[in-house]
């Protein structure tokens, strides 16, 4: 287990690196990006300003310090959870992303479940099960549902499950039962790539050598699936799930809308037209960090999964 | 004990086997020796029915009374492993990079016996230490950690494990280096001597079958050439290309290069020369 040490030290230095790289980007990024907040902010609150004000609430904000002060300031406040307040309404940014952020999580996490749920069983059979009526079938399903973009689809379910059949709420948030249609519609976008993503690799682990060997040693057929081919499947998997994972959270920002639920999505709108620059940076903070949590479990589980991939780290 | 008779395979169309017949009496060491691409892994696949839907097979293969071409399947698989075991060329891509070679054991023995894990482990570190592979812990050991002729050996400790009463050996030397060949094919000896379980040898290095068979199938292009007792094959081998064969042994010329030697295909009627010793013979030469 040596080596399983070994390779978390070094995942853990290369995600203290990104993290680092993280506030660099989210903090230079906002400053280079076109327009000034504080002119947004009187703009959009249709105040008529002349430059001494804007000079005065440049002060007080802090922004006529040198960037580099201004980043160090900012990262002292990172490191205790406090991305400062905001221009346009004087909240805290933390409080605020992170109430936004939990109803935004929420609908990533089922939508991530739903797709496991699906993906993994209709993957495996249809691997199985190649060319057969169900495989045939799967794959006409997948192919229309992957030509429609999502929103469509949150239409469509929507008409049909609230409105038609009257089976769930219309829109909302807040009971078990809205967060199903915009989960489901949500994961539906990538259900049809894990579903071929699944069987393809399914269907090549099974040509493997080592298959052919389990069945000469009389292993029954379910045991070589489950512990020989999808175990193999495993880790290209669960990479790719981890990429996924953070496309879910953008893809929640379109979702919310068409749900109409208090998620990131409005509220981050909101703050990149008035250019609030604390909240943009704690934004990107926020869904960085969580990008390179997801990801560093991700290289763990396939560690752990793929005694290979210890190994090799170790080597180089 | 296993008798073939007059089997023919076609894979996608294509027939790789013609009336193959050849038989493995209890306790005997048979070979079969061919160029690559002969046939001889297909033949042996077939006999464990591993590619049932993939291949056309015609003729009978019998073992112990089962006629295992139309075996049901359930049934078919509790003969693999436990009566019938194989163990191949390549040892290095025949073990999931992902399990342990003790999982390997474990899952072996537990597919025909309802024995507990501990109970498998312990069956399977008395069968390591047969083949002295207990110095180091194997069992945790993942197949990357390990040499190719410790997982042969390995391989062969698992095959052996249930006591099948035949073993097929698809060139269990190929891979390896002719040092640790010679620890296989004695290792393969020792086991024969203490269990006399029935042993199907392939390769195509005459060595290999010359050290080990008492009696030898030479195969080309999916045809059984000559077959006899290995000391008729070898000192009085009499098709062309079976002396083209023993010649190059003697010259310790390989295999590949004669391919480039004899390009004749093989034709005519597989006839009694002598005493157990079938030859095939065209018809121009009779
Ligand atoms: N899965 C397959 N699909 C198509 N052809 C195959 C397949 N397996 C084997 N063959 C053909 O069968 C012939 C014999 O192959 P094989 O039994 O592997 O030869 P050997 O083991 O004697 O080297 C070859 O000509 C090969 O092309
Ligand atoms: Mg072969």
Known sequence: ?316 | MLEVQNLSVHIQGKQVLRQVSLTVPKGKVVGIIGESGSGKSVLCSTILQLFRKDRKAAGTIKFNGDCLLSLEEKKMRSLRGKEIALIMQNPMSMFNPLVTIGGHFIETLQAHTSMTKKQAIKIAKEQLALFQLNDVDVLKKYPHELSGGMLQRIMIAISASLEPKLLLADEPTTALDTMTQLEIVKELKKLQAKTKMSILIVSHDLGVIANLAEEIIVMRRGVVVEYGPASHILLHPIHPYTKTLVAARDEHSTLDELNDKYEDTVSGELVLYDENHWVRMEDSSR
């Open chain 1, 1 to 316: 287990m040596n080596g399983m040490a070994n390779y978390l030290m070094k995942r853990f230095l290369s995600m203290a690196l990104a993290m680092i790289g993280l506030t660099l980007i989210a903090f230079f990024l906002m400053r280079i990006m076109p327009g000034d907040p504080i002119e947004a902010y009187y703009q959009a609150n249709h105040i008529p300003v002349t430059e001494e004000m804007l000079e005065q609430a440049r002060q007080e904000q802090g922004l006529d310090k040198p960037l580099f002060t201004q980043y160090i300031t900012w990262l002292g406040g990172v490191m205790t959870f406090d991305f400062g307040t905001s221009f346009m309404n004087g909240k805290s940014v933390s409080e605020e992303l992170l109430a936004y952020f939990t109803v935004t999580i929420q609908l990533a996490l089922v939508a991530f479940l739903f797709m496991l749920i699906i993906c993994i069983p209709i993957g495996i059979l249809s691997a199985i099960k190649q060319n057969s009526v169900f495989d045939h079938a799967t794959r006409l399903t997948i192919f229309s549902v992957a030509s429609m973009p999502s929103f469509w689809l949150g239409f469509v379910l929507i008409y049909v499950i609230a409105f038609k059949l009257d089976l769930l709420p219309l829109m909302g948030w807040g009971t078990p039962q809205t967060i199903i249609l915009p989960a489901l519609t949500l994961a539906l976008g990538n259900i049809p790539f894990y579903i071929r993503m699944i069987r393809t690799s399914m269907i090549e682990q099974m040509k493997q050598p080592f298959v052919t060997f389990a069945r000469a040693r009389g292993i029954s057929e379910s045991v070589i699936i489950r512990k020989h081919i999808f175990k193999a499947t495993l880790t290209p998997f669960v990479t790719s799930l981890a990429m996924t994972f953070g496309i879910l959270i953008g893809g929640a920002a379109i979702v919310e809308m068409i749900f109409s639920i208090p998620g990131m999505g409005r509220y981050i709108v909101g703050a990149i037209t008035a250019r609030d620059y604390y909240v943009m940076q704690g934004f990107i903070m926020m869904i960085g960090f969580f990008f390179i949590i997801v990801n560093f479990l991700a290289d763990l589980l396939c560690a752990l999964i793929d005694p290979r991939i210890r190994l090799k780290e170790n080597l180089s």
